[in-house]
């Protein structure tokens, strides 16, 4: 039956889809935790208690952050162990690269020689991440929402709705 293979293929293309935005966001994720693994290093050699609080805070960013890892590549193998391992090591590993980074980069310095070296690495790690992280949405996570949107209504509100709570948290928090 012609059909029967059409769903098929049409299967087995949205597999190999959601496979590579899976594995495109586990690289841009991972890579977005090395600064953030420096931020907790860096929070607590300012402050126990800041340090503390932006573990925890981070913690509750990467919960969601967690999913959008794990659920493509859960649909893409079928594979709960799988998704659970990938996104476990992905959430894992790179914030103790971004902490030992952080000790070998800044280590015990003082004054004015730490402080530039903090705004060095500071720019080029988030201009990296920005830049990864808005490539891996508009180019991957987007146009693969919208293939299981048929009216594109919902992800585009939702979209919209992102944008817009960022833009009032931004706001309301400066």
């Not at 299967?11 to 190999?16: I, L, N, T």
């Not at 590579?20 to 420096?38: C, D, N, R």
């Not at 730490?114 to 990296?128: E, H, T, V, Y």
Request: glycine share 10%; net charge positive; charged share 10%.
């Amino acid at each position: 039956d012609p059909k029967a293979g059409a769903a098929v293929q049409l299967s087995s293309r949205h597999h190999r889809l959601l496979l590579h935005v899976g594995l495109q966001t586990a690289v841009a994720i991972a890579l977005h935790k090395v600064p953030e693994g420096l931020i907790i290093y860096l929070s607590r050699q300012a402050s126990p208690r800041l340090g503390l609080s932006v573990a925890a805070s981070l913690f509750a960013h990467n919960l969601p952050e967690g999913l959008m890892l794990a659920l493509p590549l859960f649909l893409a193998t079928r594979r709960r162990h799988t998704a659970f391992l990938v996104s476990s090591l992905m959430g894992a590993v790179p914030p103790a690269i971004g902490a030992a980074l952080g000790m070998l980069a800044v280590g015990n310095g003082d004054g004015h020689d730490r402080s530039s070296r903090l705004s060095g690495i500071f720019g080029i790690a988030f201009g990296i991440t920005a830049g990864m992280m808005c490539m891996v949405s508009l180019n991957g996570m987007l146009p693969t929402a919208r293939i299981y949107d048929k009216s594109g209504n919902v992800v585009s509100w939702c979209f919209a709705l992102g944008v817009a709570a960022m833009l009032f948290a931004n706001t309301t928090l400066e």
